[in-house]
């Protein structure tokens, strides 16, 4: 096999072995003369294949890499036999997350502005589950961090990037619609959190479509 060709079943090979998704600069070290659009064009194949064999799982496009996933079709059974590879957000922690995601970078004490209550605990809660990150500091008195989101965050809930957010006019929609009532269980709202090489669940948030609350980004129900 010469440098510029594609070795497809390579290729699937790489981005089985990956711990999470792998980015094409990674992908393009082992094959250094392959461009990207060759690299998602042979992920098309090969998942036009798994398709058409009626294979479970599929080469997607997350946190700018490719990883792969179990279909949403088959969560279901996944977590019934798995439950703990849910990671579970309390009201706050995700409306915190929403906001973070909307409007960062934001500092603590933006976040505390906009939710009207203190979020120090829940901010903290987040970065140990690396769903935020700190990715600056704010040019004012005592520098304070800045919070943005993680790529964490986006392969939780199969984002390629930030740009695959719905736009806030979609989440005032589904916010204006009626919606179920909280479970009194604060940790109801959900996402899968499985990454692992060859198998993750790719069904995001099953979660109240008012957990947001009253702040203009007020719903993360990612699909």
Do not use: W
Request: some cysteine; overall charge negative; proline content about 7%.
């Amino acid at each position: 096999m010469s440098e510029s060709e594609l070795d497809r079943a390579a290729l699937e090979a790489l981005i089985f072995a990956a711990e999470g998704p792998i980015g094409v600069g990674a992908l393009r070290r082992a094959f250094p003369r392959v461009t990207p659009a060759q690299i998602a064009a042979a992920v098309g194949e090969i998942n036009a294949n798994l398709e058409a064999t009626g294979r479970p799982y599929e080469i997607a496009e997350v946190a700018a890499g490719y990883q792969f996933r179990t279909r949403p079709r088959y969560a279901e059974v996944i977590l019934a036999a798995a439950p703990d590879r849910k990671i579970r957000l309390s009201r706050p922690a995700l409306e915190t997350l929403a906001l973070i995601a909307y409007r960062q970078p934001l500092t603590r004490p933006e976040i505390e502005n906009l939710r009207g209550v203190d979020c120090g605990a829940v901010v903290k809660s987040l970065l140990e589950r690396d769903l935020v990150r700190i990715v600056g500091r704010r040019d004012a008195p005592g520098r304070p961090a800045l919070y943005g989101t993680s790529a964490t965050f986006l392969a939780t809930f199969g984002l390629r990037n930030l740009s695959d957010l719905p736009a806030l006019r979609e989440i005032e929609a589904i916010v204006a619609a009626p919606a179920e009532e909280l479970p009194a269980d604060e940790g109801a709202l959900e996402s899968d959190s499985a990454e692992s090489s060859g198998e993750s669940l790719a069904e995001p948030f099953d979660g109240d479509e008012e957990a947001l609350g009253e702040d203009d980004a007020r719903e993360l129900r990612l699909h």
